[in-house]
């Protein structure tokens, strides 16, 4: 038992300040000010931690700002005019007339702070020790406060209510708006986005916690976690847990400069040592994990500038690096893009491309993943790159798995990381020889102004401008040079999708008439469109659940993420409508319908067939959930929405509609998404949907696939074989797989294969999430890469837990 003297101590500890620090009166009176001048001029919090006042930049000019102020960097969490720093002499005052005025030196009013119209007047101001500067009425009602106008930083005790958002600083150094975003949405949802620098409007989404409809504040607590929680106060979405407490380190959330939302911690008793951590040294927790792989698409370059690409240094952190053969357009700042340090190809009709003084330097898991202008497959590697060799607008191209992608200037969105299954294979000149600028004295300028002329031509700024130019007025005359084989239309693989009137699409589907099929969101059309090639027809999707408020640019980043997908088994987007009330999605057509329509027919597919399906709609799932820029979850995997192209290839359908219909990727949307048999059982409990709900889905079409019947059959010969899941695991338990396709000879004649195949499947639909292979792992055993053990019982884990 503690006795008296030591419960004293106790407390004393506990509570120094309110009880041993000497009490400052803080409250700053109506009339107080401040000037910014040489020595950073603040007012401090009562116990000292944070200041309040200028700050000087590098530059030299001054940030009215909040700061850590007990420890050596000073870190700022706050500041008031970070777009528009204000020179020496700058004031600020605490008005009569309720107001935080700052003026630049010659009474230009830069700031100042603004509150609903109240009839209660400021009496006083005071930082607190939070970090928050308030101004408050007489009777301390808070009139308005830093920590309801956020700039890139959150503290403890901060909430981050509907309708705000973080902007990440430009650099490390320079506070102004940069290139990121953190949304707390008003319709619930917590988004980073990119942003189309320098103006502020969001670009595209990289992350979300897919809480439109009840996501409420945003929440830094005082045992430093940071979670989201609904109206009712229940935590919907956790950012953060297990942090050291606040009483012993400072702490801040801070979206940084290069996109990534992380938590610091700073011991409080420093020594001179210490530095801001990332909260949870041992496993880096930052939001995304990984925001090389994360950003592909919208407007800009990416994490990154224009042809340099991310990578994950050993601290978890992203940085920038220019191919070999380019250099940094300004060292001062690497997300400022990299140019190239050789001679552009020569690009001239009349004479031969230079084809023998150019090589490629081949970068491993590298991706440029948009401008793209020629995709081809299948091809090998020579060939790929000879393609781009004689080809004066390929810059680089990608080589992967009998795949090549021709990409044109400016590169974007470059990423290196152990995900990406491609080869970068960089053209670059031989003899590497740098931009031959002379360097001129005025009179030689006369003599060599046509040398200038055409080595400024040749230079790539210009080569870039003219390129472009040529393509447009050769364009596709200059194709004359048509490769043999399938080549994908540029048109359809650009971001530049069609954006068609209501008129245009009424008129190609003849007013909507011929239906290809309806679901609870959507109807499908037939129709016909003059510029698609081959046969001129497309299928038109009807959206009729699109219900968004200011929802146009939302809709456009969703379908032109879909856009942004390419690959051979997905079917692909080539335009959409977005005018009033309507929402419509323009694919290609295919020919040869659903595998629905004819794998539970008479005429079913070959065994063979069936392995080859299998394989496509792997690798396509794979591709969604792991390779593509934003990781799309498909969340409704049947044969019906598998799609068979006219060489019965298969191509996933109605992908990334889950995004659109707003339900996000939650289970609120099952009644419409899920499909009986196919939905995974965390639909149904509470646990996150991850990927793995379309690895489920996945493994009961597989066994649909092997076995050619559906996985719900009412009249079967006996009563167990009715849930084709629960039968093919007694049999494959039972060592009796050949009863699972018992009028099949060819399969018969392959039970090794069966056998595979059945192991793959019972994986897959495990009902612990965890216990499912990701698809890529799925492609590698179909493809025999990796070996596939005996799987346990599907509902095994579960039992034995509950
Ligand atoms: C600041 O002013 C308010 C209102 O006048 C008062 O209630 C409060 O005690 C003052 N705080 C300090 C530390 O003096
Ligand atoms: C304004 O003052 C009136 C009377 O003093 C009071 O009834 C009312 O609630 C006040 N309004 C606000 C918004 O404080
Ligand atoms: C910070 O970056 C912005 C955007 O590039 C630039 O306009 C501004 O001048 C920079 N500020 C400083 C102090 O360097
Ligand atoms: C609180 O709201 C969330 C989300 O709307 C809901 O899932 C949860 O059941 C609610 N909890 C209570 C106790 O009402
Ligand atoms: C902060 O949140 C965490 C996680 O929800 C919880 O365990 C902790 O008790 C909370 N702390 C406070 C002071 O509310
Ligand atoms: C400072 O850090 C170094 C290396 O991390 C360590 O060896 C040294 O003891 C530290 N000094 C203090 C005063 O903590
Ligand atoms: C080519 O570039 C490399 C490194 O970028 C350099 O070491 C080499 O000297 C260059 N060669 C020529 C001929 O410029």
């Known amino acids: 038992m503690a006795s008296p003297p030591l419960l004293l101590l106790l407390l004393l500890f506990l509570f120094p300040s309110s009880t041993v620090a000497q009490k ?15 020595a950073d001029s603040f007012w401090s919090s009562e116990s000292g931690h944070f200041a309040f006042g200028f700050r000087q930049s590098g530059g030299g000019d001054y940030l009215l700002a909040i700061w850590f102020n007990k420890i050596v960097e000073k870190t700022v969490v706050w500041s008031a005019n970070r777009n528009k720093l204000v020179p020496r002499g700058s004031t600020l005052v605490l008005t009569t007339r309720n107001q935080l005025v700052l003026n630049a030196p010659g009474g230009k009013l830069v700031w100042a702070t603004s509150f609903a ?39 403890p005790s901060q909430i981050l209510n ?16 940069g290139r990121f975003q953190l949304a707390m949405q008003s319709d619930g949802n917590l988004v980073l986005y990119t942003t189309n620098f320098p ?8 992350w979300a916690t897919n809480t439109v409809n009840f996501g409420f504040q945003l929440v830094f607590n005082l045992s430093g976690s940071i979670y989201l929680i609904a109206e009712n106060k229940t935590i ?23 996109g990534v939302f992380r938590q610091y911690v700073y011991p409080k008793m420093g020594t001179s040592n210490s530095s801001w951590r990332e909260a949870w040294s041992q496993v880096s927790r930052s939001i995304p994990l990984n925001i090389c ?4 698409n919208g407007m800009g370059s990416g994490v990154c500038g224009f042809n340099s690409y991310c990578q994950l240094g050993d601290d978890q952190r992203p940085f920038c690096t220019c191919p070999p053969g380019y250099t940094v357009f300004d060292p001062n700042d690497v997300t400022k893009s990299c140019k190239p340090t050789f001679v552009s190809q020569r690009c001239d009709a009349s004479s031969s491309p230079e084809t023998e003084n150019f090589e490629f330097f081949s970068l491993e898991n590298a991706d440029w993943p948009q401008a793209d202008y020629g995709y081809f497959q299948p091809v090998d590697e020579d060939w790929c790159r000879n393609e781009c060799l004689n080809d004066c607008f390929c810059a680089v191209a990608i080589f992967g798995d009998g795949e090549c992608w021709k990409k044109k200037f400016p590169l974007s969105f470059g990423r290196m990381d152990a995900d990406v299954n491609r080869r970068a294979l960089i053209k670059i000149r031989k003899d590497n020889s740098t931009l031959p600028f002379p360097n001129l004295d005025e009179k030689g300028r006369n003599k060599t102004k046509i040398i200038i002329g055409s ?10 401008i003219i390129f472009f130019l040529l393509t447009l007025f050769i364009g596709y005359r200059f194709s004359i040079r048509k490769p043999k084989v399938v080549q994908v239309d540029p048109l359809m693989l650009d971001v530049n999708l069609r954006a068609f009137s209501y008129e245009e699409l009424d008129k190609a589907t003849g007013g909507f008439r011929e239906q290809l099929g309806s679901g609870a969101f959507a109807t499908v059309y037939k129709g016909t469109l003059d510029s698609v090639k081959d046969n001129n027809l ?12 200011g929802g146009e640019q939302e809709f456009k980043a969703e379908v032109s993420a879909i856009a942004r997908t390419n690959h051979k088994n997905l079917v692909r987007l080539l335009g959409f409508c977005n005018q009033g009330e309507h929402r419509m999605l323009v694919y290609e057509f295919m020919e040869n319908g659903s595998l629905a329509d004819f794998l539970f027919r008479p005429s079913k597919p070959t065994w063979h067939q069936r392995t080859q399906l299998v394989l496509g709609i792997a690798r396509g799932l794979s591709y969604l959930h792991e390779e593509c820029n934003t990781q799309i979850i498909h969340c409704d995997i049947k044969p019906q929405n598998i799609l068979l192209d006219d060489s019965f290839d298969a191509r996933i359908a109605d992908f990334g509609l889950a995004k659109l219909l707003r339900k996000d990727q939650t289970r609120t949307m099952t009644a419409i998404r899920g499909t009986k048999g196919y939905v995974a059982p965390e639909w149904f409990r509470s646990l996150p949907i991850t990927v793995k709900v379309d690895v489920y889905s996945f493994g009961t079409l597989l066994l649909e696939m092997i076995c050619c019947r559906k996985n719900f059959e009412q009249e079967t010969e006996h009563e167990d074989e009715m849930i084709l899941s629960d039968w093919a695991y007694d049999c494959m338990k039972a060592r009796k797989l050949e009863m699972l396709i018992r009028n099949d000879e060819e399969a018969r004649s392959d039970m090794k294969k069966v056998e595979k195949l059945v192991k793959i499947a019972i994986w897959c639909i495990q009902e612990e999430p965890s216990l499912r292979p990701s698809m890529k792992k799925v492609v590698q055993m179909l493809e025999g890469a990796v070996e596939v053990s005996a799987p346990p019982d599907p509902s095994s884990f579960i039992s034995s837990i509950s």
């Open 24 to 38: 400052r009166n803080t409250n700053i009176t109506l009339g107080a000010s401040l000037t910014a001048h040489h």
């Open 117 to 155: 119209a109240t009839n209660q007047s400021v009496s006083y101001a005071a930082l607190l020790d939070t970090g928050n500067f308030i101004l408050a009425a007489a009777d301390s009602e808070i009139l308005w406060q830093s920590f309801d106008y956020p700039t890139d930083t959150i503290l």
């Open 162 to 177: 509907l309708g705000k958002n973080l902007v990440a600083p430009y650099t490390q150094t320079n506070y102004s708006n």
């Open 199 to 206: 103006v502020d409007s969001i670009s595209q989404s990289y």
């Open 236 to 258: 919907v979405a956790t950012l953060t847990s297990n942090n050291p407490p606040t009483q012993n380190f400072y702490q801040r959330a801070v979206l940084e400069h290069d």
């Open 293 to 296: 792989t994360r950003i592909s």
């Open 455 to 464: 080595v400024v031509l040749g230079s790539s700024l210009f080569l870039n």
């Open 538 to 549: 497309v299928a038109v999707k009807k959206l009729d659940n699109v219900v968004r408020e």
